[in-house]
């Protein structure tokens, strides 16, 4: 029987797609493949999504080069071209293709309130383990019934196409949900850092009260403030190290414990690579201003 998916398979060269495990919904086309289809420009009619489990060949998209990544999701708009570049010798060759309907993925994005228009290469998104999970969901329903339920296919497809739309950062309701959290995460650790920047503050410590990664916070905290967490903590000690400094009678070593530097030593060197100077010549030169 015929399906909406059968002129990007006819695409594909048969030895390759014989040994390709395939799984095909109303919206929606699964494809795992053991192998890429090296050399040859393939162009798409649907959405295709790639989720790379290694790291894949090189490839030329639209005529620039991309070196695509291991655990990251990529997405070509209809109509975009790609070719996959050959690689000699034997590499680990672990992905899933996923091609969607333009219109059931638009209709989708629509609803939700999104901007109908994508971008040709989209890429570097990490994928979700929600993404995962109903992709095996999908293909379960397959692999397990000699009638798949349609009602039960569509409804995972759906699911499928939101969660990808939110792996890539396209639904505009959760990225408002989500950048209200992330102002909320780097406040929190701003005034965590600010309360106990006198003591050995870690990412790790920050981030196990705020409830949050190392990984995750560590982006988003430099999104917003344009600096990492170890800058911050770093200038503001030096910064609360010079209003200590303004006071002649405490010791360069009693401030750089206060200040919460390992000891005079690390605080004269962090403070001259910052300030160009060291605490006791930047305290001599308070003297001679007044």
Request: net charge positive; hydrophobic share 35%.
């Amino acid at each position: 029987m015929a399906n909406r998916f059968d002129d990007f398979i006819e695409k594909i060269p048969k030895n390759i797609h014989n040994n390709t495990r395939t799984f095909i919904g109303e919206n929606i086309a699964v494809f795992i493949p053991d192998t890429y289809v090296f050399n040859k420009p393939l162009v798409n009619k649907d959405y295709h999504f790639v989720i790379f489990h290694s790291s894949p060949p090189l490839a030329i998209v639209n005529n620039k080069e991309y070196q695509f990544k291991n655990g990251t999701l990529l997405c070509m708009s209809p109509g975009t071209e790609i070719t996959v570049k050959f690689i000699k010798g034997k590499v680990p060759i672990k992905y899933v293709a996923i091609n969607i309907d333009s219109g059931f993925l638009e209709n989708i994005l629509t609803k939700i309130g999104g901007n109908k228009k994508i971008k040709p290469v989209i890429h570097d998104n990490q994928y979700s383990y929600k993404t995962l999970d109903l992709l095996e969901f999908f293909m379960q329903e397959f692999i397990y019934l000699d009638y798949p339920s349609k009602i039960i296919i569509e409804s995972i497809e759906t699911q499928i196409v939101i969660q990808l739309l939110r792996d890539m950062g396209l639904d505009p309701i959760v990225n408002k949900i989500n950048r209200s959290q992330e102002k909320s995460y780097v406040e929190q650790a701003i005034k965590y850092i600010e309360s106990y920047y006198n003591s050995n503050i870690t990412i790790n410590e920050i981030c196990n009260t705020i409830y949050i990664s190392p990984c995750h916070f560590q982006r988003i905290f430099k999104n917003a403030t344009n600096k990492t967490p170890y800058q911050y903590i770093t200038e503001f000690r030096i910064s609360k190290s010079k209003e200590k400094l303004k006071d002649g009678k405490t010791s360069i070593n009693e401030i750089a414990r206060q200040c919460g530097f390992l000891s005079g030593g690390h605080f004269s060197t962090v403070f001259k690579k910052k300030e160009g100077q060291t605490p006791s010549e930047y305290r001599s030169s308070l003297k001679l201003k007044k």
